[in-house]
């Protein structure tokens, strides 16, 4: 836990000078499904949001952690030559870290779609896990209050394994220190908006 909490301070230092950008929020995204169908990775993520890049580009880091847990079968053979099957569980405790280039767009009213490119780590307290390259595709939700709710997928490629494919889904909740800039309504939206009300 304190290695943990070293890593933490040393990673909001070192994303400091983003924090002053047009667009900051601040908030956890709990993962709802484990990653690979053998492999159980539920985690939690504290996630920051800063726009840096032009008014439709962002980046998210996120630090996480979880536990694993796995079992290993051990074959024993009897006295009278049949086999006796057992399996042995294991718990390990893991964290992570990811940083994800995003592009979001409005699609109506307070609702926002976004997608990006980025990439991950995890790691044990004694070795790096995954290494992975990162898909984000999600939907954004802003409310009037300074909150915006969030819902992504996130596929996952780990290079240390021979490219062995993860996946993830995610909702999250973020608090705007600093709101982006509003932007206007999507065209066909306009378009259809003119048809339907005027």
Do not use: C
Request: without cysteine; aromatic residues 16%.
């Amino acid at each position: 836990m304190k290695s943990f909490l070293r890593f933490f301070v040393f990673f909001v230092a070192l994303l400091s000078p983003l924090f002053s950008q047009a667009q900051f929020s601040f908030g956890l995204r709990p993962s709802l499904s484990t990653y690979g169908g053998y492999d159980d990775r539920r985690r939690a993520e504290i996630s920051v949001v800063t726009g840096t890049f032009g008014k439709q580009n962002r980046l998210e880091f996120d630090i996480g952690w979880g536990r694993r847990e796995w079992e290993t079968p051990t074959v024993t053979t009897l006295s009278d030559g049949q086999s006796l099957i057992t399996y042995e569980n294991h718990r390990e405790n893991w964290g992570s870290a990811t940083i994800l280039f995003q592009q979001y767009h409005k699609v109506l009213w307070k609702l926002y779609y976004y997608g990006g490119l980025g990439a991950s780590a995890f790691f044990t307290p004694d070795r790096l896990d995954i290494l992975g390259l990162d898909v984000v595709l999600g939907l954004e939700l802003r409310l009037k209050i300074p909150l915006q709710l969030t819902i992504d997928y996130r596929p996952m490629l780990d290079v240390l394994d021979g490219l062995a494919y993860y996946h993830t889904i995610g909702l999250g909740v973020r608090y705007q220190f600093r709101k982006p800039e509003p932007e206007p309504e999507p065209k066909f939206w306009k378009k259809w908006k003119q048809k339907l009300f005027d």
